[in-house]
């Protein structure tokens, strides 16, 4: 599972990611300086691991882990090949889901490719290029069904579902916020990967100044709060600069720099977190002396699946889950008080798993 960070080139991009996976490479200040896409692991931050970890004396704990890969800055005329637009919109493409990087902090000492700081007229550009893009794709498409359409009923049908997205888009509308209720355009239309089909978080990079009230102050800020709310997407305010200097201490440091900002989490940590959510993605835990450790899996898995996930023997040969959840757990102070009330829950092949359950499985190979 991989997100994108997208945006205008010298929007932040580069030192948000750089932040992310603490790589602390060097950005530059002109544009196209990210030629070739980084991706960086990144991991979840989850509170439930550390206490877990005290209550079982564990030492090693593995968090829940995502992909970010930086791609370089889109500029208009992106999708006519513009500033080797094509091949950054094919890096876009490869991701699940993006991270929509807005600028709106000013500097004079860092040039705006347009001239000046304006977010809502960014996030058009940058979509502008996608939706472009997603038309070329769709154009290329109905040439190749219309010649078979003429004898063809399902690809006919096809054809008529791909005109109505076609239609949807020119309307300068995203593929998201396309819907339908038949299962064979569902399929299709998944099978377009469309850019403008992916969901999308927002980062509105700001300065540090404005991280105190949440952006409120900034009218770019509440400028893409309205866009996004109107395509029901998040909106995270960020402070890309003060996130890489975060991103460089230590823990005991880093809650002392936050306290100082009036902050408990990061906006980084926010952000990581949306972006696991926005992928489906939930977390269950094993916890025990030797590990705790969580487990990424999608919102619906099943039990056996989510044992696969440890290994796949434990899918294989699953014969039952343990279950209790981390606040269960947490209310009743021990596994054996939680086991006495009868919180540990014994689940079957079809049990969906869900966020926080703790989990032993049972399994005969
Ligand atoms: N003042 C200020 N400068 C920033 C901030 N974030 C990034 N920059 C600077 O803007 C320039 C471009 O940033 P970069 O991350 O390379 O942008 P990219 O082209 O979108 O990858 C660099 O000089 C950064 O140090 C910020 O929050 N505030
Ligand atoms: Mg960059």
């Not at 809502?120 to 154009?139: A, H, K, Y």
């Not at 709060?225 to 998040?234: L, V």
């Not at 705790?292 to 696969?308: C, F, L, N, S, Y």
Request: proline fraction near 2%.
């Amino acid at each position: 599972m991989k997100l994108g960070i997208v945006g205008l080139p010298n929007v932040g991009k580069s030192t948000l990611f750089n932040s992310l996976t603490k790589a602390g490479a060097e950005s530059a200040n002109y544009p196209f300086c990210t030629i070739d896409p980084n991706v960086g692991v990144v991991t979840v931050p989850d509170k439930r691991l550390d206490v877990l970890g005290e209550m079982y004396h564990t030492k090693k704990i593995v968090p829940a882990a995502i992909e970010f890969v930086d791609i370089a800055g889109l500029v208009k005329g992106a999708s006519k090949g513009e500033g080797l637009g094509n091949q950054f919109l094919a890096n876009i493409r490869e991701v699940d889901a993006i991270v929509h990087v807005v600028r709106c902090f000013e500097d004079s000492n860092i040039v705006h490719v347009d001239g000046n700081i304006d977010p809502l007229r960014d996030i058009e550009t940058i979509n502008l290029e996608l939706v472009f893009s997603d038309l070329e794709i769709l154009e290329r498409r109905i040439a190749k069904t219309t010649k078979v359409a003429r004898n063809d009923k399902v690809a006919a049908k096809e054809l008529e579902l791909l005109e109505r997205i076609k239609a949807h888009l020119e309307d300068n509308k995203m593929a998201k916020s396309f819907t339908t209720d038949d299962e064979d355009e569902q399929e299709w239309l998944g099978s377009y990967n469309l850019l403008t089909a992916k969901p999308v978080i927002f980062a509105a990079n700001v300065t540090e100044d404005d991280l105190a009230d949440d952006g409120a102050s900034n009218a770019g800020v509440q400028a893409v709060r309205e866009y996004a709310a109107q395509e029901d997407c998040e909106v995270f305010v960020v402070c890309a600069q003060i996130e890489q200097e975060i991103a460089e201490l230590d823990d005991e440091e880093k809650k002392m720099f936050l306290e100082d900002l009036g902050l408990e989490e990061s906006g980084l940590e926010k952000l990581i977190k949306a972006s696991y959510h926005l992928l489906g993605l939930i977390s269950y835990l094993t916890a025990g002396e030797p590990e705790v450790r969580a487990w990424t899996i999608t919102r619906g898995t099943k039990a056996p699946q989510a044992a696969g996930k440890i290994h796949t023997d434990f899918e294989r040969g699953f014969i039952r889950a343990e279950v209790v959840s981390y606040d269960d757990l947490m209310a009743c102070g021990t596994h054996a008080a939680a086991k006495e009330k009868g919180l540990v829950r014994l689940e079957g092949k079809d049990y969906v798993v869900q966020d926080g359950d703790i989990i032993l499985f049972r399994f005969n190979v």
